[in-house]
């Protein structure tokens, strides 16, 4: 089974921290991904990675970088944390299992930004 | 701008009723996934999608797309509380070329005893 690992649950941060949020596959895909989920908005993507080092902005990037320097990890990073970033991230790792292309989720990180 | 619109965003239903969630998008795909979300929990892949026609069952829930009308459709038979969750589908608009997927808002089904 595909395994997609996020560092934290639960997170809460101060306004103006730097924040990593940490994603870890074990598929070896090639393609990575970080959504936010807010009620009402659905799953928005932020960032996504198709390689290492590779890195491509997705609808709602402001505010937010990755950084990709293995292939199984992929990292979201908060340079200043502000309470609109107060959300549920999600990463997700897609890639061919069993012959079917299908993009995994990992648990999810809650992030509260006081 | 692919747009992914589901219908209806919120659905309470009866034990033992049939019901049907709907996916429009806009723009043309060959590649539709639908996933679960529990509350409080991530998503779980239910079924992909990949070619006009396909249909994929699995206990009560039925998939299929239908790439000419640029709709897939998620099929409830006799519904229990289990099925209780948040229904999302999703559309492949990179042609495959970085899998990069649109979701629709998500549909959140209660059934009811």
């Known amino acids: 089974d595909v395994k997609v690992t996020q560092s934290s649950r639960y997170l809460v941060k101060r306004t103006g921290e730097k924040v990593f949020l940490e994603c870890v596959q074990d598929?070896?895909?090639?393609?990575m991904f970080w959504y936010r989920q807010d009620p009402g908005l659905g799953l928005r993507l932020i960032y996504f990675?198709?390689?290492?080092?590779?890195?491509e902005k997705g609808d709602i990037p402001e505010g937010y970088s990755v950084s990709r320097e293995k292939k199984e990890r992929f990292s979201l990073i908060l340079e200043s944390a502000s309470t609109n970033q107060t959300s549920m991230y999600l990463c997700a790792s897609r890639g061919f299992d069993g012959g079917t292309d299908t993009q995994y989720f990992g648990p999810g990180t809650r992030l509260t930004v006081l | 701008e692919l747009k992914v619109e589901q219908n209806p965003l919120f659905l309470s239903m009866q034990e033992g009723k049939n019901y049907t969630i709907y996916c429009n998008y806009s723009?043309?795909?060959?590649?539709l996934y639908w996933y679960r979300q529990d509350p409080g929990k991530s998503l779980e892949s239910l079924f992909v999608l990949l070619s006009n026609g396909a249909v994929k069952q699995e206990g009560r829930l039925m998939a299929s797309l239908d790439t000419k009308a640029r709709l897939s459709t998620l099929h409830i038979t006799a519904a229990v509380h289990d099925l209780s969750a948040t229904y999302f589908c999703?559309?492949?608009?990179?042609?495959?070329?970085?899998?990069?997927?649109?979701f629709g808002k998500g549909t959140l089904l209660t059934v009811n005893p």
């Open positions: 598929m070896d895909h090639e393609n």
């Open positions: 990675s198709y390689d290492v080092k590779m890195k």
């Open positions: 723009t043309t795909s060959d590649r």
């Open positions: 999703a559309v492949d608009s990179s042609g495959g070329s970085n899998y990069k997927l649109t």
